[in-house]
Nanobody
Framework: VQLQASGGGSVQAGGSLRLSCAAS????????IGWFRQAPGKEREGVSC????????YYSDSVKGRFTISRDNAKKTVYLQMNSLKPDDTAVYYC????????????????WGQGTLVTVSS
């Protein structure tokens, strides 16, 4: 199982980015996919996740209304559209496959991709 996150970059506050998480999982549509982020000196925190069967989504309060998660099972890819970015969103963003039952926690996810860096300047 491999997950490849991409799409990070540097933007100014108020800008947008779209992250992608491409998975090489035979049964991709059986997995919830979560996005996490880790800022320097801080713990990894859950941002959003999407369930496999009904596409139900969850968001942390810090990104609700600004970020949108979606999945394309045919492409085995999950996207995180990030709008109205703030400097506090600066972090390395990770995607992971596991169980999505609410705001994601790292312990609920079994497979992780490498991170992609998002930098938001004021």
């Amino acid at each position: 199982v491999q997950l490849q996150a991409s799409g990070g970059g540097s933007v100014q506050a108020g800008g947008s980015l779209r992250l992608s998480c491409a998975a090489s999982i035979f049964t991709f549509d059986n997995y919830g996919i979560g996005w996490f982020r880790q800022a320097p000196g801080k713990e990894r925190e859950g941002v959003s996740c999407i369930r496999p069967s009904d596409d139900l989504t969850y968001y942390s309060d810090s990104v609700k209304g600004r970020f949108t998660i979606s999945r394309d099972n045919a492409k085995k890819t999950v996207y995180l559209q990030m709008n109205s970015l703030k400097p506090d969103d600066t972090a390395v963003y990770y995607c992971a496959a596991g169980d999505c039952w609410g705001i994601p926690y790292p312990a609920e996810y079994d497979y992780w991709g490498q991170g992609t860096l998002v930098t938001v300047s004021s």
